[in-house]
């Protein structure tokens, strides 16, 4: 079971270490173009949530942070055992949530830079880190288990 905690540490690991190399090597608001004009690096920085809502709200975030972190841990430890789609699922957003967590406490934002335009749409998707991708992920599996669980758990009852 601990060996999910791994993931979640890749998680941390490598969303602190591609922030600290767009804070070394980039200056705020450069911008360079890995495949233009769809996919590039942006550098950004979010005193605030998901698409810069609540600028500034740190005692917030901190609660809800320490309250997920938490949450997830009951979870992980109650009621994700011998559940690996559940188990990675946590992991992911405990990845997340520290790695983001861990921007706000010591630079007092989070460090932003992949910036997507979505073609046929035309859409500039929002700048986002390593972080919101692997939050993202662990909610996207985390649906798509409670999803089996469900239709699992409706089998069970008809037999």
Not at 17 to 31: A, C, D, F, P, T
Not at 38 to 48: D, E, I, K, V, W
Not at 96 to 124: C, S
């Amino acid at each position: 079971m601990y060996k999910y905690y791994g993931l979640a540490a890749f998680v941390v690991i490598i969303d602190q270490l591609s922030k600290w190399n767009i804070v070394k090597n980039m200056q705020l608001g450069e911008k360079i173009m890995l495949w233009d004009p769809y996919f590039g690096l942006l550098s950004h920085r979010n005193r605030g949530a998901a698409w810069g809502m609540l600028q500034g709200q740190f005692w917030l975030f901190a609660l809800v942070t320490v309250a997920v972190i938490i949450g997830i841990l009951y979870y992980f430890h109650k009621e994700a055992k011998g559940k690996p789609l559940f188990q990675a699922s946590l992991m992911f957003i405990l990845g997340g949530a520290i790695g983001n967590f861990i921007d706000r406490v010591f630079r007092g934002e989070v460090v932003d830079f992949v910036n997507v335009l979505i073609p046929v749409v035309n859409y500039d998707f929002p700048i986002f880190n390593i972080a919101d991708a692997a939050l993202t992920i662990g909610v996207v599996m985390l649906i798509i288990y409670m999803l089996f669980e469900e239709k699992l758990n409706q089998k069970k009852v008809k037999q």
